[in-house]
Nanobody, 122 residues
Framework: QVQLVESGGGLVQAGGSLRLSCTAS????????MGWFRQAPGKEREFVGG????????YYADSVKGRFGISRNIVMNTVYLQMNSLKPEDTAVYYC???????????????WGQGTQVTVSS
């Protein structure tokens, strides 16, 4: 059974940092892309950034470029989302996802984690 488990969310003040983790189990994702998405109340799920397990360059939404960074640890089967200079508008539930291709389109991802809440206070 494939599982993606996120952790690391929480409450932080504006300007602060958090690091989210997404650990995969149940299959090998060596040829897949991993994506991070977020969803704020009343809004659609939004692409944040992505990376391929093969080690390609991470890619980001314009709203987080320069503030967020994605990396992966193949041995730990874990992908990380380092979030710096957080803003109140970054408040959302953050999800990781796994899919066959690197894309910003959430429907192209087959596997999803349960999400972790990030709240940024002003």
């Amino acid at each position: 059974q494939v599982q993606l488990v996120e952790s690391g969310g929480g409450l932080v003040q504006a300007g602060g940092s958090l690091r989210l983790s997404c650990t995969a189990s149940g299959r090998t994702f060596r040829n897949d892309a991993m994506g991070w998405f977020r969803q704020a109340p009343g809004k659609e799920r939004e692409f944040v950034g992505g990376i391929t397990w093969s080690g390609g360059t991470p890619y980001y939404a314009d709203s987080v470029k320069g503030r967020f960074g994605i990396s992966r640890n193949i041995v730990m089967n874990t992908v990380y989302l380092q979030m710096n200079s957080l803003k109140p508008e970054d408040t959302a539930v953050y999800y990781c996802a796994a899919g066959g291709v690197a894309t910003r389109e959430p429907l192209r991802y087959a596997y999803w984690g349960q999400g972790t809440q990030v709240t940024v206070s002003s």
